[in-house]
């Protein structure tokens, strides 16, 4: 150690915290020399290659069995593939047949060939041709190795943290039977190979580090930090002893949160509440899950529309699908797009002022087609009876009307053409605009069930943007108003006796559980992350004192009262939580 | 020599497992079997060929057959690729047509 602490900054791609050892692992790239044989080589050469076939093949095969071992069969598919190239008979008489005519050895043959393909799948503009060209391309290396008959190193003895410049996936596997403590490589992004396999492993990793190579040397200790995606090479000690408290603390929440997990939201006496995660893209079910989110209760579908670009229904389709999939038995909230004018039809459509223009459902109204597209997308996913569909930036009930008249449509559109979905799929609206909000027992007569939207409903209330520092002060998530907007658009609900759900950042702050609670609140929608907080806060109180809180809670005049008599009172109930 | 044009329904496109359908079903014939696209041409028995035509849902492709059981080998492969090799089926099953049209 030379004792100059450095730290790396990468793309963290699998969560956690290593503090090792490294051991950078360097896979020469196999040298290829083009030479001519004889004529009585011919043989031996056609003979190398076979043999290295074969070789290649028995080593996938255990390579295939240990991933289906460690990460199921459907994260084992990369080798499957590479498996199946392998039996590719036209290449492989191919190569036999130019070895026996250009009489060149076989490792020069091999690169040949295959190279064609490599560069006719890299030139798609296929993301998983691209991904497959990758495979193909280690698969070659495999080949042309065995032939050379060199050995790849993936055992090792003592615990280590693999360097890399890169790691195919079959690196990835292969190592995970040593004690490696995590994974640093040079390139690669959160979706590629390495990244996912390392989650599937549970192993932290940092990836797109550029130039980790270069700064560790084996030997060298490093921490790894996969929830920032930084490397820090020969840490001051200070710092080790910090990352060490840390693991610790990480290992304790991860036993707390697994016995949460399996627990149910429910107070102390026995009042039970429902508990959804907010995701932004179809991958987050899985953190949704792992952290006891029941559904999920708002899908945001705006991350599909890309540089202006709104895919088709069958797109959408498959999205939405694998969503309810996922998360099947549980629920799934699809909200509609919520996005601004400005922002899908950037290149023409423009706005003094955004948040007060065309956005969300406006948008929708005004041009069906879009409307319809994705209602048709969300009805086919719905088949299973597990989806309902959300509508942002809800002002009127002529929109509620409006849009209940666009479903309809969008089902018969389906029913001419025979496909199936959830008849009684359920409708809600956002209350996100201080109007819904007041009209909230009309509107509660319009539909199935309401989800309240904080950020936009404080935003609309106090007349502040919260992304103005000037005023961002004026924010305020407890101010007076806002509190009894959403008592009174609870009140509404169950007095039409649909549920309530609360889907912005208030539902995951600690400090309005209590009054949450009190006011009834069917149902929590947060950051994945944020559920075991909130579903130990429920557990740690009863639903009488909850009661007596909030109404207490919404006498007060200022902000200021209200956090300190909601702190105060948090405090009193769970004194061992910190906030 | 036989020529057959046929459009890939299923929505994977010619993927890994379609692929390997369809190279395990044409090389139980002997007669030669080619697949064009766009004017590339591969051979329709070797998997790594057929993956990368990169030929996704939509895509046309013209079918050579040269051989003795060319009738028999079309007849076969064509039928595979009106399947959706498979993946309609499972589809209907679960979404009833679940595909539909794209106009609107």
């Given at each position: 150690?030379?004792?100059?602490q450095?730290?790396?900054e990468?793309?963290?791609?699998?969560?956690?915290?290593?503090?090792?050892?490294?051991?950078?692992?360097?896979k020469?790239?196999?040298?290829?020399?083009?030479?001519?044989?004889?004529?009585?080589?011919?043989e031996?050469?056609?003979?190398?290659?076979l043999?290295?076939?074969?070789?290649?093949?028995?080593?996938?095969?255990?390579?295939?069995?240990?991933?289906?071992?460690?990460?199921?069969?459907e994260?084992?598919?990369?080798?499957?593939?590479?498996?199946?190239?392998l039996d590719?008979k036209?290449?492989?008489?191919?190569?036999?047949?130019?070895?026996?005519?250009?009489?060149?050895?076989?490792?020069?043959?091999?690169?040949?060939?295959?190279?064609?393909?490599?560069?006719?799948?890299?030139s798609?503009?296929?993301e998983?041709?691209?991904?497959?060209?990758?495979?193909?391309?280690?698969?070659?290396?495999?080949?042309?190795?065995?032939?050379?008959?060199?050995?790849w190193?993936?055992?090792?003895?003592?615990?280590?943290?693999?360097?890399?410049?890169n790691?195919?996936?079959?690196?990835t596997?292969?190592?995970?039977?040593n004690q490696?403590?995590?994974?640093?490589?040079?390139?690669g992004?959160?979706?590629?190979?390495?990244?996912?396999?390392?989650?599937?492993?549970?192993?932290?990793?940092v990836?797109?580090?550029?130039?980790?190579?270069?700064?560790?040397?084996?030997?060298?200790?490093?921490i790894?930090d996969?929830?920032?995606?930084?490397v820090?090479v020969?840490?001051?000690?200070?710092?080790?002893?910090?990352?060490?408290?840390?693991?610790?603390?990480?290992?304790?929440?991860e036993?707390?949160?697994?016995q949460l997990k399996?627990?149910?939201?429910?107070?102390?006496?026995?009042?039970?509440f429902?508990?959804?995660?907010n995701?932004?893209?179809?991958d987050?079910?899985?953190?949704?899950?792992?952290n006891?989110?029941?559904?999920?209760?708002?899908?945001?579908?705006e991350?599909?529309?890309?540089?202006s670009?709104?895919?088709?229904?069958?797109?959408?389709?498959?999205?939405?699908l694998?969503?309810?999939?996922k998360?099947?038995?549980?629920k799934?909230v699809i909200?509609?797009?919520?996005?601004?004018?400005d922002?899908?039809?950037?290149d023409?459509?423009?706005?003094?002022?955004?948040?007060?223009?065309?956005?969300?459902?406006r948008?929708?109204?005004?041009?069906?087609?879009?409307?319809?597209?994705?209602?048709?997308?969300?009805?086919?996913?719905s088949?299973?009876?597990?989806?309902?569909?959300?509508?942002?930036?809800?002002?009127?009930?002529?929109?509620?009307?409006?849009?209940?008249?666009?479903?309809?449509?969008?089902?018969?559109q389906?029913?001419?053409?025979?496909?199936?979905?959830?008849?009684?799929i359920?409708i809600g609206v956002?209350?996100?605009?201080?109007?819904?909000?007041?009209?909230?027992?009309?509107?509660?007569r319009?539909?199935?069930?309401f989800?309240?939207?904080?950020?936009?409903?404080i935003?609309?209330?106090?007349a502040?943007?919260?992304?103005?520092?000037?005023?961002?002060?004026?924010?305020?998530?407890?101010?007076?108003?806002?509190l009894r907007?959403?008592?009174?658009?609870?009140e509404s609900?169950?007095?039409?006796?649909?549920?309530v759900?609360?889907?912005?950042?208030?539902?995951?702050d600690?400090?309005?559980t209590?009054?949450?609670?009190?006011?009834?609140?069917?149902?929590?929608?947060?950051v994945?992350?944020?559920?075991?907080?909130?579903?130990?806060?429920?557990r740690?109180?009863?639903?009488?004192?909850?009661?007596?809180i909030?109404?207490r809670?919404?006498?007060?005049?200022?902000?200021?009262?209200?956090i300190?008599?909601?702190?105060?009172?948090?405090k009193?109930l769970?004194?061992?939580?910190?906030? | 020599m036989?020529?057959?044009e046929?459009?890939?329904k299923n929505?994977?496109?010619?993927?890994?497992?379609?692929?390997?359908?369809?190279v395990?079903?044409?090389?139980?014939?002997?007669?030669?079997?080619?697949i064009?696209?766009n004017?590339?041409?591969?051979?329709g028995?070797s998997?790594?060929g057929?993956?990368?035509?990169?030929?996704?849902?939509?895509?046309?492709?013209?079918?050579?057959?040269?051989g003795?059981?060319?009738?028999?080998?079309?007849?076969?492969?064509?039928?595979?690729?009106?399947?959706?090799?498979?993946?309609?089926?499972?589809?209907?099953?679960?979404?009833?047509?679940?595909?539909?049209?794209?106009?609107?």
């Amino acid at each position: 150690m030379d004792g100059h602490q450095k730290i790396i900054e990468g793309i963290p791609a699998s969560p956690g915290i290593a503090i090792g050892t490294a051991l950078k692992y360097e896979k020469l790239k196999p040298k290829i020399t083009k030479k001519e044989i004889k004529e009585e080589e011919v043989e031996v050469e056609i003979e190398r290659f076979l043999r290295a076939i074969e070789k290649s093949k028995s080593e996938l095969s255990k390579i295939l069995k240990l991933a289906i071992e460690r990460i199921g069969s459907e994260g084992a598919q990369i080798f499957e593939a590479q498996l199946l190239m392998l039996d590719d008979k036209t290449m492989i008489d191919k190569i036999i047949e130019r070895i026996k005519t250009e009489k060149f050895n076989a490792e020069s043959i091999v690169n040949d060939e295959v190279e064609k393909y490599v560069k006719f799948m890299q030139s798609s503009g296929d993301e998983y041709l691209k991904e497959r060209a990758n495979d193909l391309e280690d698969l070659k290396n495999r080949v042309i190795r065995n032939i050379q008959q060199e050995k790849w190193l993936s055992r090792f003895d003592t615990s280590r943290i693999v360097v890399a410049e890169n790691l195919t996936p079959a690196d990835t596997i292969l190592f995970s039977r040593n004690q490696v403590l995590g994974y640093i490589t040079d390139l690669g992004g959160y979706t590629s190979h390495t990244a996912i396999l390392a989650r599937a492993l549970k192993i932290p990793a940092v990836v797109g580090l550029k130039e980790a190579t270069k700064f560790i040397k084996t030997g060298d200790t490093v921490i790894l930090d996969g929830y920032k995606g930084i490397v820090i090479v020969n840490p001051d000690q200070s710092l080790i002893e910090q990352y060490q408290e840390k693991m610790k603390r990480i290992a304790e929440l991860e036993r707390k949160l697994e016995q949460l997990k399996q627990l149910p939201a429910e107070t102390m006496d026995g009042k039970k509440f429902t508990l959804l995660a907010n995701i932004e893209f179809p991958d987050e079910v899985d953190e949704a899950i792992e952290n006891g989110a029941e559904g999920i209760g708002l899908f945001r579908t705006e991350y599909i529309i890309n540089n202006s670009i709104i895919p088709d229904e069958d797109e959408q389709f498959e999205e939405y699908l694998r969503v309810a999939e996922k998360i099947y038995p549980g629920k799934v909230v699809i909200r509609t797009f919520d996005i601004g004018g400005d922002k899908i039809f950037k290149d023409y459509h423009k706005e003094d002022n955004p948040f007060l223009g065309w956005r969300g459902i406006r948008i929708g109204l005004d041009r069906p087609d879009i409307l319809l597209t994705q209602l048709r997308a969300i009805l086919r996913a719905s088949i299973k009876g597990n989806v309902m569909i959300m509508f942002p930036m809800v002002t009127t009930i002529d929109e509620v009307r409006e849009i209940k008249k666009y479903v309809e449509i969008a089902k018969s559109q389906l029913r001419e053409k025979n496909v199936k979905f959830d008849e009684n799929i359920k409708i809600g609206v956002m209350i996100e605009v201080p109007s819904s909000a007041l009209m909230a027992k009309e509107m509660a007569r319009e539909v199935d069930f309401f989800s309240i939207g904080t950020n936009d409903l404080i935003q609309y209330t106090l007349a502040v943007d919260r992304g103005n520092e000037t005023v961002a002060k004026i924010f305020q998530e407890f101010h007076p108003a806002v509190l009894r907007l959403i008592q009174f658009v609870i009140e509404s609900a169950h007095r039409s006796k649909i549920p309530v759900s609360m889907c912005g950042e208030m539902a995951g702050d600690p400090l309005a559980t209590i009054l949450l609670v009190g006011l009834g609140l069917d149902e929590f929608s947060t950051v994945p992350k944020s559920i075991p907080k909130i579903k130990q806060i429920i557990r740690s109180i009863k639903f009488k004192d909850a009661k007596r809180i909030s109404k207490r809670a919404l006498i007060f005049k200022t902000q200021s009262e209200v956090i300190d008599y909601l702190r105060k009172e948090l405090k009193d109930l769970i004194s061992e939580f910190e906030i | 020599m036989i020529k057959k044009e046929v459009e890939i329904k299923n929505r994977t496109g010619l993927h890994t497992r379609p692929a390997a359908m369809l190279v395990k079903l044409a090389s139980k014939f002997k007669s030669d079997f080619f697949i064009e696209k766009n004017g590339m041409e591969i051979n329709g028995k070797s998997i790594i060929g057929v993956m990368s035509l990169a030929a996704e849902q939509g895509s046309k492709l013209i079918l050579k057959f040269d051989g003795e059981d060319e009738e028999e080998a079309a007849e076969a492969i064509v039928k595979l690729f009106e399947s959706g090799f498979g993946e309609l089926e499972e589809l209907k099953e679960e979404n009833k047509d679940g595909r539909s049209s794209k106009d609107n």
